[in-house]
């Protein structure tokens, strides 16, 4: 990570429990377990300890697992998440909507949801990438899809 100047590490379905823990000199570890407390789901993430930031709310929920920061900077503060949504569970555009909303007007968001669009990648779409791609295409703000 250092060869490559690696500042922050996005990680979903880490499978990590209450039990699990790892840590890599000179960077913080932010984890979101599956709330069952099941070796599923879940996600991470690993930032420089000399990056400016805090710890947001996290989301624990079957449907959702996130981790979130704020990463300090000039001229604006911006959002990092990295999310997880495990493939039963079909959520809708209303619910993307409504946590990206949390997220602020400067985010960047990656992860997985178990869903296959061209517009991030996938040779095919699926159903569950239709109304994502909606959802993406209607937001006003300067996103970036990362990874999806």
Request: proline residues 5%; hydrophobic residues 30%; contains cysteine.
């Amino acid at each position: 990570m250092n060869q490559n100047f690696v500042d922050i590490i996005l990680i979903s379905e880490t499978h990590f429990t209450s039990k699990n823990y790892f840590s890599i000199p000179r960077y913080k570890l932010y984890y979101t377990n599956h709330p069952d407390g099941r070796a599923h789901g879940g996600t991470a993430m690993l930032i420089k300890e000399t990056i400016e930031h805090n710890e947001l709310l996290k989301y624990e929920e079957d449907s959702i697992q996130t981790t979130l920061i704020k990463v300090k900077g000039f001229p604006y503060d911006i959002t990092i998440t990295t999310l997880y949504c495990p493939p039963p569970h079909n959520l809708k555009k209303e619910n993307f909507e409504t946590f990206f909303q949390t997220l602020g007007p400067k985010f960047i968001a990656g992860g997985g949801c178990s869903n296959k669009h061209t517009l991030w990648g996938s040779c095919l779409t699926t159903t569950k990438g239709n109304p994502r791609e909606k959802l993406f295409i209607s937001i006003n703000w300067n996103t970036k899809i990362l990874a999806y």
